[in-house]
């Protein structure tokens, strides 16, 4: 059995890391989504020169470990004078990353809209970034919502990061706790008690959304 001393005893620094894990996981998922989105429609352009450098962003951040592009913000900023805390880096580095994977999410959903979509609005009179903004983009995130909803679930466990970097994470805090104790068995398992806390409700959504959508709701 767990010894719930541990919980019990340091609940607010529990606490203290979920909340800064919820915090970074939200920047985050906000971000990533509107790089993601913006990476996509460079990556389907009419410029080969806008395809081409969509195209490099996806192909270098999807194909990089999480943790290089973490320690790029933490550890090769400084270099050029800038210096952000373990907070600040490692939500940066999981918008880099998460965009990356979102923007060929969002891409397919573009590519999935019927071309006549967009040729209607151009007929319309918009132009072409109005008719992708109010035509084929709110219709490519209804076709993707199920993958992308698997992709935020991935970004708040790769949260986890930022433990590494003294990001003030939730696995910051356990590690330290578990230096107080010496208890690992008991510490870890409640981090992965409140990472279920994060998780299981974006998994049952991701779950319901996928079942409205496969229903035409």
């Known amino acids: 059995m767990p010894d719930f001393?541990?919980?019990?005893?340091?609940?607010?620094?529990?606490?203290?890391?979920?909340?800064?894990?919820?915090?970074?996981?939200?920047?985050?998922?906000?971000?990533?989504?509107?790089?993601?989105?913006?990476?996509?429609?460079?990556?389907?352009?009419?410029?080969?020169?806008?395809?081409?450098?969509?195209?490099?962003?996806?192909?270098?951040?999807?194909?990089?470990?999480?943790?290089?592009?973490?320690?790029?913000?933490?550890?090769?900023?400084?270099?050029?004078?800038?210096?952000?805390?373990?907070?600040?880096?490692?939500?940066?580095?999981?918008?880099?990353?998460?965009?990356?994977?979102?923007?060929?999410?969002?891409?397919?959903?573009?590519?999935?809209?019927?071309?006549g979509?967009?040729?209607a609005a151009r007929s319309s009179g918009l132009t072409y970034a109005q008719a992708m903004r109010r035509v084929v983009l709110p219709q490519a995130v209804r076709i993707v919502i199920p993958p992308m909803t698997n992709q935020f679930l991935n970004l708040v466990k790769n949260s986890s990061v930022l433990g590494v970097i003294a990001g003030m994470d939730l696995m910051y805090y356990g590690d330290i706790i578990n230096l107080e104790t010496y208890d690992t068995v008991d510490t870890y398992l409640f981090v992965a008690m409140f990472y279920l806390v994060l998780t299981l409700p974006l998994a049952y959504t991701s779950r319901l959304l996928e079942r409205r959508l496969a229903r035409g709701g």
């Open 5 to 115: 001393t541990v919980l019990t005893d340091h609940w607010e620094t529990f606490l203290l890391g979920l909340r800064n894990t919820l915090l970074a996981s939200l920047l985050a998922l906000v971000g990533s989504f509107a790089a993601g989105t913006l990476i996509a429609v460079l990556r389907i352009s009419h410029w080969r020169a806008l395809r081409f450098l969509g195209t490099v962003y996806v192909e270098v951040f999807r194909n990089i470990p999480l943790l290089l592009v973490v320690y790029g913000f933490f550890l090769g900023l400084p270099a050029l004078g800038i210096a952000l805390n373990g907070f600040v880096s490692g939500t940066l580095g999981l918008i880099v990353y998460t965009s990356a994977f979102i923007a060929e999410a969002v891409r397919a959903g573009i590519l999935a809209v019927p071309k």
């Open 117 to 119: 979509q967009m040729e």
